[in-house]
């Protein structure tokens, strides 16, 4: 399996940004996915994820009603459009392919997107 | 939301040392743990899902158990070895938020 991330850099606090996540090797609308990420020095949170179907999706607290996941299957690609950013959403972005269709732990990472918010 | 602690929060012991690391929930999450290892400058591995099932590839020396009320879980490293120096995290996965313990980072003494 390879999972790609793209769309990360630097953005104003308030901005906005879309990342996307461009996965190979397995059978996209077969898994859930998710987003995790880890700001600098910081450990690991998740953030939001997907099934594979995209009929169920659910957020962290922190990102509630400011970020949105999608996924399109027939193009093996997952999304996560950010908006109202602040600094606390500084961090690599790394998308991670869960074991089953629902909700589960992620078996595969992509190498991560930097974030970087600041004025 | 549960919360999950992960204890200690870093360790340092022998090469040849058994090492353990702890994940407590803040409720039952049934087997519904993972544990991941993320080395310095790397992307998080998984190690350990359903709380004691060997992700297939991770080495034989880690082992996970979970108490019977689904809110006690440990890491082992039977025998540490110089490339496990890493930072440990437990997942419980068995509802959102699928929340990560703080960690737990492991040094070679």
């Known amino acids: 399996a390879q999972l790609v991330e793209s769309g990360g850099g630097s953005v104003q606090p308030g901005g906005s940004l879309r990342l996307s996540c461009a996965v190979s090797?397995?059978?996209?609308?077969?898994?859930?996915m998710s987003w995790v990420r880890q700001a600098p020095g910081k450990g690991l949170e998740w953030v939001s994820g997907i099934s594979g179907s995209g009929g169920s999706i659910s957020y962290a607290g922190s990102v509630k009603g400011r970020f949105t996941i999608s996924r399109d299957n027939s193009k093996n690609t997952l999304y996560l459009q950010m908006n109202g950013l602040g600094d606390d959403d500084t961090a690599i972005y790394y998308c991670?392919?869960?074991?089953?269709?629902?909700?589960?732990?992620?078996?595969?990472w992509g190498p991560g997107t930097l974030v970087t918010v600041s004025s | 939301d549960i919360q999950m602690t992960q204890s200690p929060s870093s360790l340092s012991a022998s090469v040849g040392d058994r090492v353990t690391i702890t994940c407590r929930a803040s409720q039952g999450i049934s087997n519904f743990l993972a544990w991941y290892q993320q080395k310095p400058g790397e992307v998080p591995k998984l190690l350990i899902y359903a709380a004691s099932t060997l992700q297939p590839g991770a080495p034989s020396r880690f082992s996970g158990s979970g108490s019977g009320s689904g809110t006690e879980f440990t890491l082992a490293i039977s025998s540490l070895q110089p490339e496990d120096v890493a930072t440990y995290y437990c997942q419980k996965y068995n509802s959102a938020p699928q929340t990560f313990g703080q960690g737990t980072k492991v040094e070679i003494k």
């Open positions: 090797g397995f059978t996209f609308k077969n898994y859930a």
């Open positions: 991670a392919k869960d074991r089953r269709s629902g909700g589960s732990c992620h078996d595969q």
